[in-house]
C-alpha cells in the first residue's frame, strides 16, 4: 500500500511539474525549489554521516596484536 502512496505522489507532483515548466514565468521558480531541495538532502545527509566522528580518530585495529603476529 505505501508504494502506492509513493507512485501516487510521483505522479502528482510529476503532473505539476509539467504544468508549471509549461509556464515560463514558474520554469525560474522550479529550478530554484529543486536546487535548494538538492543543496538541504545533501546537507541533511552529511550531517547525518558525519555525525559522532572524530577527524583525529585512528584505526581501530592499530592496536591490534593479531594483525602483527
Known amino acids: 500500500m505505501r ?17 508549471a515548466w509549461s509556464d515560463p514565468g514558474c520554469q525560474l521558480g522550479l529550478v530554484v525549489f529543486l536546487i535548494a531541495t538538492a543543496v538541504m538532502a545533501l546537507g541533511c545527509l552529511l550531517a547525518v554521516v558525519g555525525h559522532g566522528r572524530d577527524p583525529g580518530a585512528g584505526d581501530p585495529d592499530d592496536d591490534d596484536k593479531r594483525d602483527h603476529s
Not at 508504494?3 to 504544468?19: E, I, P, Q, R, T
Request: overall charge neutral; cysteine-free.
Open 3 to 19: 508504494d502506492a502512496g509513493f507512485v501516487g505522489v510521483g505522479a502528482v507532483l510529476g503532473w505539476l511539474a509539467s504544468k
